[in-house]
T-cell receptor
Framework: GDSVTQMEGPVTLSEEAFLTINCTYT??????LFWYVQYPGEGLQLLLKATKADDKGSNKGFEATYRKETTSFHLEKGSVQVSDSAVYFC?????????????FGQGTILTVHP | GAGVSQTPSNKVTEKGKYVELRCDPISGHTALYWYRQSLGQGPEFLIYFQGTGAADDSGLPNDRFFAVRPEGSVSTLKIQRTERGDSAVYLCASSLMGGAHNEQFFGPGTRLTVL
């Protein structure tokens, strides 16, 4: 079945540091890929998405590229801020008869210090 | 506009009791999903509704779990004979339509604690 593996956390960085959170997936067919973020005390919200191979999703300075050859969708940001502290989830949206149900990774806790 | 809402926000019950969790999706969204999130884990899919019908209930763990969406809007997740292992945050999400490309909008969740 479909699965998503995220790098183990938590991740602790200083402000303005470079961020990478690794995500790899296993899927049949042609899934869409998502990064969701959960800020403290808030619900899950979509950060960015890519719907086909070589697409790059971007939002709020974050980027991720859908790499079919390496089955990866790593999240990057060039300069993190304290306000980026949150839990980040990589997710796969299944196509076909799965109607887009999401399979999530286990989440990565990011803490950014001033 | 209003987002996805879920009630109650917290529910504490005793082992063996019956509970109902409610989800109000974004108006006009035809697709509705239920997920369950245990501590330190990502959400796990439970069931998907397209309109009034459950198009995919493959994630329901056993026959104690049941969900309905009788008018194609509000949905209720029902858990019979609750067990301590059912303790988790239950998340509801809706999207304009089903499909892998469509963004799902999540509610704040209901935290269920079974004593």
């Amino acid at each position: 079945g479909d699965s998503v593996t995220q790098m183990e956390g938590p991740v602790t960085l200083s402000e303005e540091a470079f961020l990478t959170i690794n995500c790899t997936y296993t899927a049949t067919g042609y899934p869409s890929l998502f990064w969701y973020v959960q800020y403290p005390g808030e619900g899950l919200q979509l950060l960015l998405k890519a719907t086909k191979a070589d697409d790059k999703g971007s939002n709020k300075g974050f980027e991720a590229t859908y790499r079919k050859e390496t089955t990866s969708f790593h999240l990057e940001k060039g300069s993190v801020q304290v306000s980026d502290s949150a839990v980040y989830f990589c997710a796969l949206g299944a196509g076909g008869t799965s109607y887009g149900k999401l399979t999530f990774g286990q989440g990565t806790i990011l803490t950014v210090h001033p | 506009g209003a987002g996805v809402s879920q009630t109650p926000s917290n529910k504490v019950t005793e082992k063996g009791k019956y509970v109902e969790l409610r989800c109000d999706p974004i108006s006009g969204h035809t697709a509705l999903y239920w997920y369950r999130q245990s501590l330190g884990q990502g959400p796990e899919f439970l069931i998907y509704f397209q309109g009034t019908g459950a198009a995919d209930d493959s994630g329901l763990p056993n026959d104690r779990f049941f969900a309905v969406r009788p008018e194609g809007s509000v949905s209720t997740l029902k858990i019979q004979r609750t067990e301590r292992g059912d303790s988790a945050v239950y998340l509801c999400a809706s999207s304009l339509m089903g499909g892998a490309h469509n963004e799902q909008f999540f509610g704040p969740g209901t935290r269920l604690t079974v004593l």
